[in-house]
Every structure is written in C-alpha cells, then in structure tokens.
C-alpha cells in the first residue's frame, strides 16, 4: 500500500496477524525497514515485487529491534541479494541480533517452538544465522537523533522499553513515523505500547514522549498499520499519561 511518496507500507498477513514492515524506494534502489518472519519471506518478495521494487536492489535493512517478527525474514533475504544490502540496528540491540547476547525474547523455550514452526531449512537457516554466527549480522548501528541519508532523510529516534534498543524512525520528507512496536494500533486508532510484550512498560511509556519533538502526518505500526488525521495530539496524549 503507497501510504506516501516514495513509502510503501506492507501488509504481511502471518495467519493469526498481519504485520507492516516498510519500503523506502528511488528509482535506483529500495531500503526495507524490519523483515517478517523467517517463513514470510517469499511473501515478503512478492509484496516487494507489487510495490515496484523486485527488480532494484534493496541497500539497506533498518532493523527497528530484535524480535523475531522483525529480525526473522533477514537470513532469507540477504540470501537472495547479489549485493549485500547494509544492515542497520541499535547498539543496545545488535549484541543480540548478533548472537553475542541472549535475546530478550526469544527464550530458549521459543526457540523450541520455533523449530517445530518452520521447515528444517529455514530453522537451519535461523540457526546460522542468530543462534550460532560466523559473522556479525549487523553493520552498522544508529545514533540516537541521527539523520541516515536514506529516502531523503530519516531521523533515528531510540524508543527503549520494548527492548533495550528499540528505535522508531521518522522519514523527514513525508513526515511519516515508523513506530515499530513502541506503539499498536487498532482500527485506526493509536496506543501505547503492548504491555504483555513490552518488558519494561515505565521506559517504553516515557520513550513516547520523544515523539512530541516531531510533526507527525502518519504512523505507521508494525501491529496494527497506518493511523493518520490528529497524530500529533493523539501522541501527545499517550505520552502525557506516562
Ligand atoms: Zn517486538
């Protein structure tokens, strides 16, 4: 779905959810913020196809944090690019994305789960890549308040809470928040964080309030999707109930 110029927002229907991962997009390459799940990368491809990038490269991976749901597709999809795109994560949650820490969430339990989800190869795939690395999944690590040259500007806000180095990012040209999970939505309506999966609620509730530092026309949700008309206030009043 074009939500803006030059801004697809995508609808990846997992079964019990659909999830909205972002494409950033040129006429010379592509950038995809957050990647599904491990088995929803050829899902994934073709959205990417119906949004008019299939055929240019993708140069970037933002990854907003370390959730399976976001970090999950990255194996699968920088497999099938000739040219490594630059993968970008947060300096609290790349060890994790790493392999040198323990994620936050995925817990040994879940991992379990996880491989009797998958097909072996892509639970091997999985493995490989997060579990057991030979090298570093992430290349380069935002800065808190930085602009990353990328679709004309993109402004890199550290959102913690959710996990420790969940970050949400605001595309200056089009003034478009990608929230990430540091807020849901629900039919069209925007709130706070989810509390069952947001370790520390304090943090995440007081990270919203970065947020009133930008002019924001629409937020997009990774749960949830586009919420648009009033943001501004509708944030500003989450933020001010922490
Ligand atoms: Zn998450």
């Not at 491990?38 to 970037?60: H, I, T, Y």
Request: glycine fraction near 10%; include cysteine; hydrophobic fraction near 40%.
């Amino acid at each position: 779905m074009r939500i803006a110029e030059g801004v697809e927002m995508l609808e990846l229907n997992l079964g019990p959810m659909t999830i909205h991962p972002v494409i950033l997009f040129d006429r010379d390459s592509w950038t995809l913020v957050d990647t599904g799940m491990p088995f929803s990368v050829p899902a994934l491809r073709e959205l990417a196809k119906q949004a008019g990038v299939g055929d240019l490269p993708l140069r970037n991976v933002l990854l907003t944090h370390q959730d399976i749901d976001h970090i999950g597709g990255l194996p699968g999809i920088l497999a099938e690019e000739r040219e490594a795109p630059v993968v970008y994560a947060h300096p609290d949650d790349a060890p994790a994305i790493d392999g040198k820490q323990p994620f936050v969430k995925i817990t040994p339990e879940r991992v379990e789960q996880l491989r009797q989800q998958m097909s072996p190869s892509d639970f091997g795939l999985f493995e490989r890549t997060f579990l057991h690395p030979t090298r570093p999944n992430v290349d380069r690590t935002y800065a808190d308040g930085e602009t990353l040259p990328i679709g004309g500007g993109l402004t890199v806000i550290h959102t913690p809470g959710h996990t420790p180095g969940h970050v949400s990012l605001y595309h200056q040209p089009t003034r478009t928040l990608i929230a990430g999970d540091a807020m849901v939505a629900a039919e069209g309506e925007l709130n706070g964080p989810n509390a069952r999966v947001t370790p520390n609620m304090e943090q995440a509730m007081e990270s919203l309030k970065k947020y009133k530092n930008f002019d924001v026309a629409r937020v997009v949700c990774y749960h949830g999707g586009l919420v648009e008309g009033d943001v501004n206030e509708r944030i500003a009043k989450l933020a001010d109930r922490s």
